[in-house]
């Protein structure tokens, strides 16, 4: 069984920085993919961010060279770094993992980029 605890969300203005932080704790299994998806307000859920096992990430366009994501595999902790932040950018993001064939899912945190 598997827990993601989200944190790092607010209140931002619009060209500013945010980090967010999921800490996965149980299971984790070596293998595990860990990513960040987000839903804007009356929009559909969208992929943000995948990083691998071994490294390897993907993004959206629409976050691209603004939003990095990182991991530290000894705490089981996945990162998303953003800067210029727009207002499109506010959503609720979620923190996800597959893990073993599953994927868990975090409570969300809160992204609001103001002007």
């Known amino acids: 069984q598997v827990q993601l605890v989200e944190s790092g969300g607010g209140l931002v203005q619009a060209g500013g920085s945010l980090r967010l932080s999921c800490a996965a704790s149980g299971s984790i299994y070596s293998s595990a993919t860990m990513g960040w998806y987000r839903r804007a307000p009356g929009k559909q859920r969208e992929l943000v961010a995948t990083?691998?096992?071994?490294?390897?990430?993907n993004y959206a366009d629409s976050v691209k060279e603004r939003f990095a994501i990182s991991r530290d595999y000894a705490k089981n902790t996945v990162f998303l770094q953003m800067r210029s932040l727009k207002l499109e950018d506010t959503a609720v993001y979620y923190c996800v993992i597959l893990n073993n064939g599953f994927a868990y899912w975090g409570q969300g945190t809160e992204v609001t980029v103001s002007s």
């Open positions: 990083i691998t096992s071994s490294g390897s990430t």
